[in-house]
Nanobody, 124 residues
Framework: QVQLTESGGGLVQAGGSLRLSCAASGRTFSSYGMGWFRQAPGKDREFVAAISSIGGSTNYGDSVKGRFAISRDNAKNTLYLQMNSLKPEDTAVYYC?????????????????WGQGTQVTVSS
């Protein structure tokens, strides 16, 4: 089992940057594919980015491609999401999640464990 804790959210102006972190418990972090999802008020949870278990492959949602970068440090049991050129429509609660699928997975149903989320607010 994996416990996930996100941090790094906050309020930022449009065009700014934030880096989210997701700390994972347990010694098997490197065996999980990892992903970031987000959920805005009144909307479904949306895929943002995913990374393979050893970090060699990534996948991004169309709305963040070219602006966001997912990475991981398996030695530190930590997942990251670097968010640049932020837009007001990026405002949401951001969740990290762990999947038993080692390759980057886009489907929400592929993920077994979820963090509690961190709020990102982008002002115009």
């Amino acid at each position: 089992q994996v416990q996930l804790t996100e941090s790094g959210g906050g309020l930022v102006q449009a065009g700014g940057s934030l880096r989210l972190s997701c700390a994972a418990s347990g010694r098997t972090f490197s065996s999980y594919g990892m992903g970031w999802f987000r959920q805005a008020p009144g909307k479904d949870r949306e895929f943002v980015a995913a990374i393979s278990s050893i970090g060699g492959s990534t996948n991004y949602g169309d709305s963040v491609k070219g602006r966001f970068a997912i990475s991981r440090d398996n030695a530190k049991n930590t997942l990251y999401l670097q968010m640049n050129s932020l837009k007001p429509e990026d405002t949401a609660v951001y969740y990290c999640a762990a999947s038993s699928i080692r390759t980057p997975a886009r489907l929400l149903s592929s993920y077994l464990y979820w963090g509690q989320g961190t709020q990102v607010t982008v002002s115009s």
